[in-house]
């Protein structure tokens, strides 16, 4: 149990299907990620939240949307996804310092499947 | 934009030490190196991190070489737990960590 928690753990979506990952974070942190990783590829960072400001999107295509409330919750809107989305999607929180990341705390992963 | 090269994968004996070692030879005066690894099917998880120091903690110690060019992780006295991919990830500004391919360590009985 690390403090970061995913839903769902598991999802089977259409390509024309909307549907949302959560995330929440139970250790104060002032940052949230969203990472991806596909099968035989390295973990690919998405969005970067400090603050509840975005701060990166590394060249995400627009059919995926986050979403960042608060400092404890970030969301994943996915829409009309292709079959190539599917993959694990990581959430971490850190508590970023001056300089330097900090300690990542990752979630256990939302496993998507795009038919 | 990984800026770390690591070997795809090593062996080591259980109750020995296993070093994996990371070239960095790019790396910035103010960045840091981590250190994760991860275990099928579960998010990666922090083992530690450093600038310039050798580091030590609970799980393992970091050695840093003194022109920052490369560093080398150590597990003192592996188990079969320490069987993962491990990432060696030089961070290129804060909240940026790029993980890339990773060591795939294996502990063998």
């Known amino acids: 149990e690390t403090g970061v928690t995913q839903t769902p753990r598991h999802l089977v979506m259409g390509m024309t299907n909307k549907k949302s990952l959560k995330c929440e974070q139970h250790?104060?942190?002032?940052?949230m990620y969203w990472y991806k990783q596909s099968a035989k590829k390295p973990l690919e960072l998405m969005f970067v939240y400090n603050f509840k400001e975005q701060t990166e999107n590394n060249s995400v295509p627009s059919r995926f949307s986050p979403e960042c409330p608060n400092s404890s919750h970030l969301f994943l809107h996915l829409h009309t996804l292709q079959p190539e989305d599917s993959a694990l999607y990581l959430c971490a929180s850190s508590q970023t310092g001056t300089g330097e990341t900090g300690e990542l705390f990752f979630g256990e992963g939302s496993r998507l499947t795009v038919l | 934009d990984a800026k770390t090269t690591q070997p795809p994968s090593m062996d080591c004996a259980e109750g020995r030490a296993a070093n994996l070692p990371c070239n960095h030879s790019?790396?910035?005066?103010?960045?840091?190196v981590y250190w994760y690894r991860q275990i099928h099917s579960q998010g990666p998880q922090y083992i530690i991190h450093g600038l310039k120091n050798n580091e030590t903690n609970e799980m393992a110690s970091l050695i840093i070489t003194e022109d920052r060019k490369s560093s080398t992780l150590i597990l003192p006295h592996a188990t079969l737990r320490d069987t993962a991919v491990y990432y060696c990830?030089?961070?290129?500004?804060?909240?940026?960590?790029?993980f890339g391919t990773g060591t795939r360590l294996t502990v063998i009985p």
């Open positions: 250790l104060g942190h002032n940052a």
């Open positions: 990830i030089v961070e290129t500004g804060a909240n940026n960590l790029f």
């Open positions: 790019t790396i910035s005066g103010n960045e840091y």
